[in-house]
């Protein structure tokens, strides 16, 4: 039912249902999100229900305006907001210390708070009209395959939802989240802003959080999944072809035939890659096989969290 063209009449229509206590769906740069206004606790608990996602899972949520954090939050360190001037709006999310407005069930209890201010001009638009915060995680089932696309929160969700449709994301996959502690930052989620870039701009080396402490409570092994089997490999050697297998390289043509098979970028630009990846596995989870090899990316840059997303939905 309701796809919206981003039209401002439409945004402003969105803006309506959230400021009713409703949800949207809406594009970002990295993926789509489901929103709602953040200091409404029935609209975001819409949002689990709807995704069927924990409730010990917390939220992201979105600004318009580096002054709105302080709606939600308290004053980051200087070393990050040097980071923000830098990264907003961008694919960068933080972790402040909430402030009680925010309600708990949007932390999930937790005292701080996930933020961040996207760079897709629908998403700006919506907030700012919505004049308001959004908390919004990714549109998709828990544990499903990220939407890069209308069409796919619409296969997951189901067709009651509005859903502005920015087209494809241009990141396609989820923002990099980061926490400062002590004179460090720790990478909580690699995503489309490369840890490169925030090294390079920081002056030191991102920390990881340390195994089995869950610093950030959504990254479970088994994530971003398709519903088939998905196998990294090496390269095609690895591959025992069979009917029911489909086979999703890097840069490199399959040299063998598949029922499925794509390409997730033949020039080899990461950036690319990561665009197409979830939009790919979509699609190979509609076709007629039972499971996909998909060949493992170089680490470098966006490709970081191209091999993060990959292992968990592999999700051994
Ligand atoms: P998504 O559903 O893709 O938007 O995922 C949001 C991610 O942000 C999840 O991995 C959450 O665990 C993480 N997150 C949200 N709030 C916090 C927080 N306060 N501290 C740490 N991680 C958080
Ligand atoms: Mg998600």
């Given at each position: 039912m309701p796809v919206l063209k981003p039209t401002i009449k439409n945004i402003k229509l969105c803006s309506n249902i959230i400021n009713h206590g409703d949800v949207v769906a809406f594009p970002t740069e990295t993926v789509y999100g489901?929103?709602?206004?953040?200091?409404?606790?029935?609209?975001?608990?819409?949002?689990?229900?709807i995704k069927k996602r924990p409730r010990f899972?917390?939220?992201i949520v979105h600004i318009s305006d580096i002054s709105d954090i302080d709606k939600i939050a308290h004053k980051p360190p200087e070393r990050i907001k040097k980071l923000l001037k830098?990264?907003?709006?961008?694919?960068?999310?933080?972790?402040l210390k909430k402030k009680n407005s925010v309600p708990d069930v949007v932390t999930a209890g937790l005292d701080t708070v996930a933020v961040r201010m996207p760079s897709n001009s629908i998403a700006f638009q919506l907030i700012k009209t919505s004049k308001t915060p959004i908390a919004a995680p990714s549109a998709n089932r828990f544990t499903r395959l990220s939407p890069t696309r209308a069409e796919h929160v619409l296969k997951q969700l189901g067709s009651n939802i509005f859903v502005l449709d920015g087209g494809k994301t241009v990141y396609g996959v989820e923002s990099t989240i980061i926490k400062y502690e002590r004179g460090n930052i720790y990478l909580l989620r690699p995503g489309a802003l490369s840890p490169e870039k925030i090294e390079k701009e920081f002056g030191k080396k991102l920390l990881m959080p340390v195994?089995?402490?869950?610093?950030?409570p959504g990254q479970f092994k088994k994530h971003y999944s398709p519903d088939k089997k998905l196998i990294i490999v090496r390269d095609e050697d690895e591959i025992k072809i069979s009917e029911d297998?489909?086979?999703?390289?890097?840069?490199?043509?399959?040299?063998?035939?598949?029922?499925?098979?794509?390409?997730?970028?033949e020039k080899g630009d990461l950036y690319e890659a990561a665009s197409n990846l979830f939009d790919i596995l979509n699609k190979a989870e509609d076709a007629s096989i039972k499971k996909i090899y998909v060949q493992r990316v170089p680490l470098n840059g966006i490709g970081f969290a191209i091999m993060d997303r990959l292992k968990r939905a592999e999700g051994l």
């Open positions: 489901l929103g709602a206004d953040v200091f409404n606790e029935n609209a975001v608990i819409k949002i689990f229900e899972d917390p939220l830098k990264f907003w709006p961008g694919p960068l999310t933080v972790i195994a089995g402490k869950i610093e950030s297998a489909g086979y999703i390289s890097f840069k490199d043509r399959p040299l063998k035939k598949y029922r499925f098979s794509a390409v997730l970028s």
